[in-house]
């Protein structure tokens, strides 16, 4: 699927071919900001902004996206686990445009689910995670998991190896989500404290694996 930049939050809800595939687009799109933010903001400006703590691009990182990127000088493609470099830092040079975001087909009945605790006013994420599972023959055949907020820019754990071969249960989810946390220098402000964002951090990335897991089939 491709989704052109200019697409309004608004739009992606209100396509069904994009709910039927991608459900964790919508699921995400329904918690940014409010209904004015989400009539005029859209996703390639979300993206090319690059706040650290934005709900979408851990969304981009699991379903490992593309973004193709534009100038008067021609066009490139670049993953999104790529394209953040730093908080509103991207991998985007002056004149450059962020003009499509490209899914590949999710595998074969996947679960994916996101989890994150808001900052109340603004409802961006203290701590968000994304997570995409796909079962094969009764066990775990992938496993993606990627943190929004917890640091200086959006990631993906490397840590999610173990499930691969397992049923996931509850005990090897905590134990990976414990792993992804291992040596992450977490953000530390007037929202959440480093210990705190880390403790916030492990509960999301075992809801969304668990919701994941629970919804793949
Ligand atoms: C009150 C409020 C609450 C919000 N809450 C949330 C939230 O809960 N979660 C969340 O994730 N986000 C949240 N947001 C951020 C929101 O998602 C972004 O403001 C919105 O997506 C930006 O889209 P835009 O089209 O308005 O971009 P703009 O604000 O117009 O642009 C943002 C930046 O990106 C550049 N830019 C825009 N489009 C492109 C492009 N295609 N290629 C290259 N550069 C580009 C612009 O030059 C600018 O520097 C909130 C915003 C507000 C105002």
Request: charged share 20%; aromatic share 6%.
């Amino acid at each position: 699927m491709r989704i052109g930049a200019t697409t309004t939050y608004r739009e992606l809800l209100d396509s069904k071919p994009l709910r039927a595939k991608y459900p964790l687009i919508a699921e995400v799109t329904e918690h940014i900001g409010d209904l004015q933010v989400r009539n005029a903001g859209t996703i390639g400006g979300g993206l090319a902004h690059a706040d650290p703590a934005a709900d979408m691009p851990p969304v981009m990182l699991v379903l490992d996206a593309t973004f193709v990127l534009q100038s008067k000088g021609g066009k490139r493609s670049v993953p999104a686990r790529k394209f953040f470099k730093g908080p509103f830092t991207t991998v985007l040079k002056p004149g450059e445009l962020l003009v499509e975001i490209r899914l590949p087909g999710p595998p074969k009945g996947a679960g994916m689910a996101y989890a994150s605790f808001e900052q109340a006013a603004s409802g961006y994420a203290l701590a968000g995670a994304a997570a995409l599972v796909a079962v094969a023959k009764g066990v775990i055949a992938r496993a993606e998991l990627a943190f929004t907020g917890v640091a200086e820019t959006p990631f993906l754990a490397p840590a999610t190896k173990p499930l691969i071969g397992t049923k996931g249960d509850p005990d090897a989810i905590g134990r990976v989500a414990e792993a992804a946390m291992a040596g992450v220098e977490a953000n530390d402000d007037i929202h959440a404290g480093r210990e705190y964002r880390l403790h916030l951090a492990r509960v999301a990335a075992r809801r969304a694996l668990t919701e994941a897991l629970a919804r793949a089939t």
